[in-house]
């Protein structure tokens, strides 16, 4: 048969053929969509079943909470005292965080502490002056607040008595009233919150702000009603987010490895850059200087004299008298900007140095004159104190007419276990020595009389 004309061997595979090759590709493709699908699916119920039996085995076992425990202390439990009474509410701001319950009221270890409809500590007051009544309006963080005192022993407390005094002398008729406005936990961010929110509408008189080396961040504390705690969170995640997770028990549990993980290094980690709330990160830095700058600013638009409190990072009383105290550079830093901003204060370096006027005498050699540590209120601390006074009585002598190196010989032979990490936060003595030198300034200045 001769060859069909319209025909050649180039010519591809017979359509049947074609047809046939396509439907295998569709089917092996389809396939291998399937396989995908399934994988990921069985992936995504495992990973799921796996968070969901670590979310019930941590909540049976408690682990939260029997983390805490481990970690309770007596400060601590103060600590959970004050907030299981509800002396904080949360607060929507992202910033701000939490502050202080309206009306609240709690004792803790003989302390009283009270909560004003002002958000202040102390008793109640009305938003109207009284006549001839003048307000000293106090900033700050727990130690303007007043951890552990009374509130007429907190700095701004022992400000307004020193005031009322003088005023009675001169029979003036004024009177000068304490309003606390510190909050535990803030850092000077929250602090200008505190003041725009709360502060400026209480019509102050003068405006004090107690400023402390650890309020250098911009990180700060969530507050966790059920453990009675402020706590940390470090993941970067916005804060309404990680307000949000924290009822999650494993997102608990990651923030506290991650936590351990950041602040395992070899220094402290308020000194380890790698940690976000470190006083020496260069983005915390420039975050208080504009806090600072714009409280000084909306105290002169309103016309209130702001006075600075610069209060060093509270250690040991020997470690602040070395010269290469690692927190020194810190307190350099504050006061130079406080230069800048051209703002009145006092630096309380000296003082806790051990010099009770406050005037550091550690570069020309002065010896120290009084025992800064007999002002920590820790309970361990102050059980040596009692331990030390009793020995003074029992050899004849009066503890108060002892100088520094006197008092310090007494500790010697404690029985007891003196806290490596004490709470350093201060006694009602310890806030009254610190009005003393901070009055004195302020006299100079003539913002008090």
Known sequence: MAPNPGSSHEEGPAPGLTQ?????????????????????TASIFTIAGLTLLAELTLRVTDHRQRTFDQTVNRTIQR???????GLFEELPDPLRRYAMRPGAEAEVDGWTFRVTSHRTRGSDFPLEKAPGEKRILALGDSYCFGLWCDEDET??????????????????????RAVN???PGYHVGQQLAALVEDGLALDPDLVVLYFNTNDLEQEGFFLDADLGVLRRDLLPLPTALRRMLWSSHLYGWIVLQHRRALEAGPIPPVLDPRVPYAFVREDNLAASRI??????????????????????????????????WPFLP?????????????????????????????????????APDFLLDTYVADEG?????????????????????????????????????????????????????????????????GVLP
């Open 20 to 40: 046939a090759a396509e439907a295998i590709g569709t089917k092996l493709g389809s396939e291998r969509k399937r396989r995908v699908r399934r994988g990921l």
């Open 79 to 85: 600590w959970v005292d004050l907030t299981t009474a």
């Open 155 to 176: 700095l701004v407390g022992h400000l307004a008595r020193l005031a009322n005094e003088r005023e009675a002398e001169l029979g003036s008729g004024v009177t000068w």
């Open 181 to 183: 406005l510190g909050v």
């Open 291 to 324: 806090a600072i700058e714009e409280i000084a600013d909306r105290c002169e638009r309103a016309g209130v004299p702001l006075f600075f409190v610069d209060q060093p990072h509270l250690t040991w009383q020997g470690e602040l008298q070395d010269p290469d």
């Open 330 to 366: 810190l307190v350099t830093w504050t006061e130079e900007l406080r230069g800048e901003l051209g703002l009145p204060g006092v630096n309380l370096l000296g003082l806790f140095r051990g010099y009770a006027d406050g005037v550091d005498r550690l570069d020309a050699g002065g």
């Open 381 to 445: 601390i102050q059980a040596a104190v009692r331990w030390a006074r009793q020995r003074a009585s029992a050899e004849g002598r009066d503890w108060n007419e002892l100088d520094y190196a006197e008092r310090f010989a007494l500790f010697g032979g404690y029985p007891g276990e003196i806290p490596a990490t004490p709470d350093f936060h201060l006694t009602g003595e310890g806030y009254g020595h610190l009005a003393r030198v901070t009055y004195a300034a302020l006299r100079a200045e």
